[in-house]
C-alpha cells in the first residue's frame, strides 16, 4: 500500500504544538504489557490482542468501560467507532487538546476514516494523552482492519474523469481507490497522478472538510 501526502491531506495523528488535522487511524504510541493475556505488544503502535473479546476483558480491567463494550461481541460497527472517536476527543480536551466546534466528518475517500480539527496543547501532558489513546487506538484498528473502504460516488466518477485526462489507468466496477487504481499503483510512476486527482477533485467537491486521508 503507498501512502502520499500532497496539500491537505493527513496520514497520521500528530501531537504537535500549532493548528493541525487529526485523522485517527492505525496511529498512537499506546505502550504496551506483554504480562497482560492475550496482548500483543507492538512496539510503535496501538495495544493489539489476540481476539476482541481478550481486548474486552483486558480493557475492562483497566475501568474501559466504552471500549469493553464496544469489543463484547467482536466487531466495530461505524456508530460504535463514532462514539469511540468522539470519546477520545473529549479525553484529549482534558489533556489540554481543543478541537473545532463543526462535528467530525467521515474521509470521502474510504468512510472508515473520521476528520476534525483540533490545537495540541503548547506543553502536552503526554502520559494523558496516551491514556486517551489506549481507550481508542484498538478499537481504531480493528475498525479499519474489518471495514471495507467505500468511496463517495461523486468523488468517485470526478477520480475517474480526471485520470482519464491524465492518461492514468483504472480499472471499472471499483468502490474505493485501492481497487480503481490496483494494487500496485502506490508504487507507480502514476502514484502522484493520482494523489492529485483525488486531491484536487475532493477539494473541489467538499470545500468543507479541512483535510483528506489518501491510502492505496
Known sequence: MGELNTDRIVITRLATAGA???VLFLAGCSSTNAEVAGVVPTPNGPKLFET????AEWARAQGFDLMAQQLDDGTISAEEYEASFVAHNSCLEKTGWT???APA????????KLIRQGVAPQSPDIAGQLLCDEQFDYVDFLFQTTTTPKMDLPLLSAVQSCLEEK?????TGAINLSELVGPDAGSSS???LIADCVS???KRLYPEIP?????F
Open 20 to 22: 493541525i488535522v487529526v
Open 52 to 55: 476482541p473479546q481478550k481486548g
Open 99 to 101: 478541537f473545532d466546534a
Open 105 to 112: 466528518v467521515w474521509n470521502p475517500v474510504d468512510h472508515v
Open 167 to 171: 492518461n492514468v489507468p483504472y480499472f
Open 190 to 192: 502514476s502514484a502522484n
Open 200 to 202: 484536487t477533485q475532493a
Open 211 to 215: 483535510a483528506i486521508s489518501i491510502a
